[in-house]
């Protein structure tokens, strides 16, 4: 089956700095990528989510691009704020609907 | 939309008895809903994939005897936990799609089990 890897684990940045999260996926027929935002004790909110057929979306201070060469994407946070604190999980679907989730990043916005 | 909700949002139980967690959709009908399991400060692992109306696919190393999932309708799906042990204590989290062909997934807010 897919194995997602996910990168840093945590990660502490200042506010207004910019937050990178970086995830890797084993299988190459995976075509969709969300990202989901955790807050403790909640269900994931999806908060962007790319295509294969596209290599970078972008939604104000939230962007994600695709490297499916390299079968890699990054979730990019800019202009972050402490709102921004969570648990950031990427994923990996052939379409098919089943999600395989990344390992999870804790960020922490310091103010 | 596409709201989806679990009853109950908790549940301590004693070891060796079964609980029964609910999944449904709300205001669409989900041909398929997911079933996941997440321990304190680790990732959502993937448990099982419902369809309506047909056995659930278990993932590899998920016993569906002690797992059993049931989706009668294409608006509710249910997970029993037959002999729970403590080790079965985690967080419980269902999602649904609205059809086979659509990416996205809606997740319900998760059903804390303690088995004492």
């Known amino acids: 089956g897919e194995n997602v890897e996910q990168h840093p684990s945590t990660l502490s940045v200042q506010e207004g700095d910019s937050a990178v999260i970086k995830c890797t996926y084993s299988d190459s027929a995976s075509n969709y990528f969300p990202w989901y935002k955790q807050e403790l004790g909640k269900r994931p909110q999806l908060i962007i989510d790319i295509r294969s057929n596209v290599g970078e979306k972008k939604d104000q201070r939230i962007a994600v691009t695709l490297n499916k060469t390299a079968k890699h994407f990054s979730l990019h946070i800019t202009e972050t704020q402490p709102e921004d604190s969570a648990v950031y999980f990427c994923?990996?679907?052939?379409?098919?609907?089943?999600?395989?989730f990344g390992t999870g990043t804790s960020l922490t916005v310091i103010p | 939309g596409a709201v989806v909700s679990q009853h109950p949002s908790w549940v301590i139980c004693k070891s060796g008895t079964s609980v029964k967690i609910e999944c449904r959709s709300l205001d669409f009908q989900a041909t398929t809903m997911f079933w996941y399991r997440q321990f304190p400060k680790q990732s959502l692992m993937l448990m099982a994939t419902s369809n309506e109306g047909s056995k659930a696919t278990y993932e590899q190393g998920v016993e569906k005897d002690k797992f059993l999932i049931n989706h009668a309708s294409l608006t509710l799906s249910t997970l029993t936990v037959t002999s729970a042990h403590p080790e079965d204590s985690s967080f419980y989290i269902c999602?649904?799609?609205?059809?086979?062909?659509?990416?996205?997934?809606?997740f319900g807010p998760g059903t804390r089990l303690t088995v004492t």
């Open positions: 994923a990996a679907s052939t379409g098919g609907n089943q999600f395989y």
């Open positions: 999602s649904a799609s609205v059809h086979s062909t659509s990416y996205e997934q809606y």
